[in-house]
């Protein structure tokens, strides 16, 4: 089978050492196997995206030597594919509006029941919420965002898998693979398509890797619990499942992993500083 990787940055900041070693080893694992490598520019936060990042993003990875194929897929340009996908879970029963605010939420929510992310499980307020209900905010001219009833998608996709469990592939940067079980009950009715935004994270990365073909997945350990609801997904929408692999983070001295609001060893900062690729890659393989 022909790798097909991809690397899929945000344009809400600039690049850091960290993104470097997942373009990378996404990269090379494409080149090794006479693959694609492809990039996505992953901009459905239209508040917090800008057009200088984009730009950055593609002279970073030009100054690390990597090359992709064009044209290079943008998200915002795909809302309608997005709502597509949505409307087969609506039509399957599957997805329910909320238009309840963090605040309602935090104050309903069991603060010692967390998603993997820490945030507190949803508590429901909205679901089974009367049409009447429903219309009244929207009348209103709310926008609600649309949450997956967690439940309901664990029952159909019994129906369709028996007991067969719900499963993925990691493979291990020595190239090692282990099938593991996704366990994506831990995320509750999570939200998939946002209220400012016709989609989410996780329905637009399933839909746009079913899309391009991507084969292999390659992302840092902070994605790791990710792929058991975007499994999920998969699943519910017939969608073709790719290999894993989540990369150890690269973290300061005292454990904190880089983050792009801060800049935290940022590409063009280094570069500025007399930095070479090839310096990179010692850095992030040492």
């Not at 090359?67 to 996908?85: D, G, I, K, R, T």
């Not at 719900?166 to 946002?194: C, K, M, N, S, Y």
């Not at 973290?251 to 983050?259: A, F, Q, R, V």
Request: charged share 25%.
């Amino acid at each position: 089978m022909t790798s097909v990787t991809r690397f899929a940055p945000s344009p809400n900041g600039l690049l850091h050492v960290g993104h470097a070693l997942s373009a990378i080893i996404a990269h090379d694992v494409a080149r090794k196997n006479g693959g694609r490598f492809l990039l996505r520019i992953e901009d459905i936060d239209v508040a917090r995206r800008r057009p200088e990042y984009v730009s950055a993003i593609f002279e970073d990875l030009n100054w690390l030597g990597l090359s992709w194929e064009e044209p290079v897929l943008v998200q915002s340009e795909h809302f309608s594919e997005y709502l597509a996908a949505a409307d087969r879970l609506i039509q399957m029963g599957l997805l329910y509006p909320c238009f309840a605010s963090r605040s309602e939420i935090a104050a309903a929510a069991d603060p010692e029941k967390t998603d993997p992310d820490g945030t507190p499980i949803y508590p429901g307020l909205w679901r089974g919420a009367s049409a009447e209900n429903v219309g009244q905010r929207m009348a209103a001219g709310e926008s609600p965002a649309l949450r997956l009833n967690m439940d309901g998608a664990l029952q159909a996709l019994k129906a369709k898998r028996g007991d067969k469990p719900l499963t993925f592939v990691e493979v291990a940067e020595d190239g090692r693979q282990e099938t593991r079980t996704a366990e994506p009950h831990r995320w509750g009715d999570a939200i998939i398509v946002r209220k400012e935004v016709p989609a989410s994270y996780h329905l637009s990365v399933v839909v746009d890797d079913a899309r391009q073909g991507v084969t292999h997945v390659t992302r840092g350990q902070d994605l790791l619990p990710a792929t058991d609801l975007q499994r999920l997904l998969q699943e519910l929408l017939d969608l073709p499942e790719p290999v894993y692999s989540h990369h150890r983070l690269i973290k300061w001295s005292n454990g904190l992993k880089l983050s792009k609001s801060n800049q935290d060893m940022g590409l063009r900062a280094l570069r500025a500083e007399g930095a070479t690729a090839d310096d990179i890659r010692r850095v992030i393989f040492s």
